[in-house]
């Protein structure tokens, strides 16, 4: 069965750091592209960043440039977000959606994958 899930999340200072992890397990073939997500009360969710295997494709949304890093470990199956110069307006559930190729059974698929969230409070 495939899973995705995200950790790292936690209660920091304003001006800490982090770093979320997403990562993709069962008969995993390869992750195709993932997107960092958050979403804070009351706000639409909104994505910070993306990173595409294939082409080492990186982006991220304005409002975290400079700030937020996203990397791969291929062997781990597992993609990261470093938080960096966090601020109150950080704070928000993170989410990952991962396009993963995989084998269920014989079937070799590709879908989509949301992990349950990992939250982020950034407070003094």
């Known amino acids: 069965q495939v899973q995705l899930v995200e950790s790292g999340g936690g209660l920091v200072q304003p001006g800490g750091s982090l770093r979320l992890s997403c990562a993709a397990s069962?008969?995993?073939?390869?992750?195709?592209?993932v997107g960092w997500y958050r979403q804070a009360p009351g706000k639409q969710r909104e994505l910070v960043a993306t990173i595409t295997t294939s082409t080492g494709s990186i982006n991220y949304a304005d409002s975290v440039k400079g700030r937020f890093t996203i990397s791969r470990d291929n062997a781990k199956n597992t993609v990261y977000l470093q938080i960096n110069s966090l601020k109150p307006g950080d704070t928000a559930v993170y989410y990952c959606n991962a396009e993963l190729e995989y084998y269920s059974g014989s079937n070799f698929r590709r879908d989509d994958y949301w992990g349950q969230g990992t939250q982020v409070t950034v407070s003094s």
């Open positions: 069962g008969s995993i073939f390869t992750i195709k592209a």
